[in-house]
């Protein structure tokens, strides 16, 4: 098993447990089953493991870390479920099982995601005192609610609802990826690094600039492997982009371009990793999966 | 102009300029106007306003109640704009005007919910610290996430889904009630209350008390204007309770008994209201409008 491959096993398996955990705190009943449902199909759980990888860059070495990497989760989680719904992309397969809608149902799915936005605020503001202050609990909520708000992944989702059957230029297509996916996956790096009381301004820039390299890159590759890999190995339909005439990073340089851009961009987030008071290793791991992942 | 009419126009005109403003500050765009189109359409305001009364009735004096009411609008928007979509109640007008999803489509129409669901959270993190203390946002956060989540509206309206087409019993309705409408009514009240540093325990029992009942009377009136009103007067189709065959207090109870209890339940409100340390007289305002509103 290769260094990443045994990081993520290992995170998942503790992440998992707390994920679990805090949504069975909530009860029983079709609604949270329908929650519990989305955030268990799996994923690589990438933007949690960011969390912990990017607290660790900053020396923390307790597990501040575990409320706001569920959060996000919970955050990923609702938007994978309305982006599903049949309004948005009519997707019924995600991770290789049925969408949440095509499997409880319309309503429940629209309200599960909803849920979903409000218990990852509530789980920060309730997170224990001696792990984060209310100062850093404000922090995470800020950087959380704005990455995912108005001025980032809902606006990126109905830019790129707004683009379909467009062709889009290079900046235009870059401007709705670092707003539907980048910037969660730059407030993942954000709350890792709030998780130090005292993290430097000098840190966190370049901790943004880490996390809009890596999901750049990250959609670079799913384009490609769009293209390149098969249904089975995705997941989800192969060939989807093309079929739904998508503009894509491939589409726009050509896939050799692509696979070079994807490797300069990498190279540019190896940049930013630099001088950080802790142990960068596994966020220079998660680079180097985002770059060599195949599914 | 009664009291409680003139109160609610004056609090409309500086509430409505603040929360047009917060949507504004976001920039333009699709997404952002059928977020603005939704907050804009008017409706009566209340729950803003209990923010502002329960805000006045534990001593406060300057604005510190205007962001959380500014937030509890624009969640109870989302679950509007959530809630009237073809997979929830499928509704065509909301006071009397097109629905979101009818005016700017159904993808729109979900993203601008959810965003809505983040920029009332934002809004309070972000709040002048001036007027809100780190621990008070945080009161005001948890107060609001745990109304509107799995524990409250979306608990609420999954039940209320779960229920169509079957006979409920009183305490059945009740319940549902008291999660769908009541919990975010409730949270007005906190939310007013938590604008006062020191708020003691007993008044913030009181002012949780004094929002289930008022919560409770409103939509026992709700029910008896589904019957007594017109479409005209409510802004919405009259009878449609009764078409879609819904539980409620007066088919349950009876209409002459459901008045008796809406007269009850506002007597109990008034009860709660002996004893705060600042001026309770909107908070009376309200208890009595919601008695006596006609649609």
Redesign the interface.
Known sequence: MSNIAQIIDQFKQEFELALAQEIKS??S????NA?HYSLMVGGKRIRPLLVKAAAQAVGVNNTSWLIPAVAIEMIHT??LI?DD?P??DDDDLRRGQATC?RQF????A??A???L???A??CI??ADRNLLS??Q??QQ??SL??A????GM??G??LD??AEGKVLGLDEITNVHAKKTGALIVSAIEMGCYCQPNVSEDVLDKGRKFGQTIGLAFQVIDDILDIESSTEVLGKPQGADIEHKKSTFPALMGLAEAKVYAQKLYMESLEQLKGWPGDTTALKSIAEFVLSRNH
Chains 1, 2 share one sequence.
């Not at 995912?148 to 001025?151: K, L, V, W, Y």
């Open positions: 909530e009860g009943g079709s609604l949270l929650a609702y938007s309305h719904l309004a948005m809608h149902g319309e309503a429940l629209i309200l995601g909803d849920g936005q409000m218990k605020i509530s503001a309730e209310d100062v609990k404000l909520i800020s609610t704005k995912s708000g108005f001025s809902v606006a989702q109905a609802l707004d």
